[in-house]
């Protein structure tokens, strides 16, 4: 499967404000801090649109700079010179609910109707049972994500904020706003995770040029039998979303590229015939298995683990994505399978990291094998392990 794209602020950006001072974690709901921290803000964003809010602010920069946080969740970076007035907050800031959230998301894509579960919100111009479908899928995803975590031993959280997802009808209207919102790279790809708005951006993978939508869930997951590598995308996207907000990631902080992808590969095996659970949550994701098989057998290097670990270039650059992809899926299946304990203690570690606390590569190694150990013994035993999979 081609490299998915998380849109998010680059590294450089958010280190311009690290020097500031942390006010609040953008998964935290602690009212004190938030009382304390929020207020009404009016601003420029990157756009040249002015936009006015009740927001919270998580960072504070020494030159006055802020990153401000929506009711809906979404992230702004806003630099000094683009803040036009702050006051006194003249709401509480309390998140959206997602029938909210979906409300106000209708009134930035003209045509689009917002649908909501008690988790969700949906908001289309594709056809009503293709959004509802949709809706389906994540509760279940998110559900099974949850239980199949919990049961693993980390305990997830509810989400503090409406998860949003936005569906284009057609792949030319995506692909134009998707070079707006995230970059030229994701306009061909059937979907992404946004960082900063926190929302998941897809196109109608049943759409048809005789423009005639799919009516029943039983013509759509037709439709879908021939389109299972775009399905597993939007299940990808799907994941990095509940994991940035059940507690397991946390945006804006350090989270190894390694872990996220392998986690969402991990997941991304659609199941389109249960209707209640996510029987493929866990199983051997084959795609990902022979492209790591192949890797093995023909170009993986000695020190293939440590620099998979040591930072995200492998994942980030095209010439290497695949195979770094492939591999992220295969260390956490050998992880979560033979060092189940372990894996949960370093997904806990990495949870509870502050925003914009970004380590240099040798920590980033060390932290590992402060769970793991001596990387050449894991190594081979991972290999061995993978080498036993069919």
């Keep these: 499967m081609a490299l998915q794209i998380e849109s998010s602020l680059s590294r450089r950006q958010w280190l311009a404000v690290a020097a500031g001072s942390l006010l609040i974690r953008p998964d935290s709901l602690t009212a004190d801090e938030t009382k304390m921290a929020s207020g009404q803000f009016t601003f420029e964003d990157r756009h040249q649109k002015i936009r006015e809010m009740t927001a919270r602010v998580l960072v504070e920069a020494q030159d006055g700079g802020l990153l401000l946080q929506g009711m809906d969740g979404r992230i702004w970076q806003v630099p000094p010179d683009k803040l036009k007035q702050k006051a006194a907050a003249t709401t509480p800031f309390a998140p959206l609910s997602a029938a909210e959230s979906g409300k106000q998301i209708t009134r930035e894509f003209a045509g689009f109707v917002s649908y909501s579960t008690e988790r969700y919100a949906l908001c289309t111009n594709a056809s009503e049972p293709y959004a509802h479908w949709c809706l389906g899928l994540f509760e279940r995803l998110a559900t099974a994500f949850r239980a199949y975590w919990n049961k693993l031993g980390f305990k997830t959280v509810d989400p503090v904020f409406p998860l949003v997802a936005v569906v284009f009808q057609k792949q030319t209207q995506f692909a134009e706003f998707a070079t707006v919102d995230a970059g030229a790279d994701v306009a061909g790809v059937p979907g992404y995770f946004s960082i900063p708005t926190n929302r998941i951006v897809l196109r109608d993978l049943t759409h048809s040029s005789t423009g005639q939508p799919a009516r029943t869930n039983a013509e759509i997951e037709q439709r879908l039998e021939s389109a299972l590598y775009n399905v597993a995308t939007m299940v990808h996207e799907a994941t990095h979303q509940i994991a940035f907000n059940c507690g397991l990631h946390t945006r804006m902080a350090d989270n190894p590229l390694w872990m996220t992808e392998g986690m969402a590969t991990y997941f991304e095996t659609p199941d389109l015939r249960s209707k209640t659970g996510w029987k493929t949550a866990g199983q051997i994701n084959r795609a990902r298995l022979r492209r790591f098989k192949e890797f093995l057998t023909a170009r993986r290097p000695a020190d293939s683990l440590e620099t998979l670990i040591r930072n995200d270039t492998r994942l980030t ?74």
């Design 317 to 390: 650059s095209p010439d290497t994505a695949e195979d770094g992809y492939a591999e992220s899926w295969a260390l956490t299946y050998f992880l979560v399978r033979k060092q189940a304990a372990n894996y949960v203690k370093y997904l806990t570690h990495i949870s509870t990291k502050e925003p914009l606390d970004f380590p240099t590569p040798e920590q980033r190694v060390a932290e590992f094998q402060d769970v793991f150990g001596d990387l050449k013994r894991l190594d081979t035993e991972f290999v061995k392990y993978l080498k036993t999979l069919r």
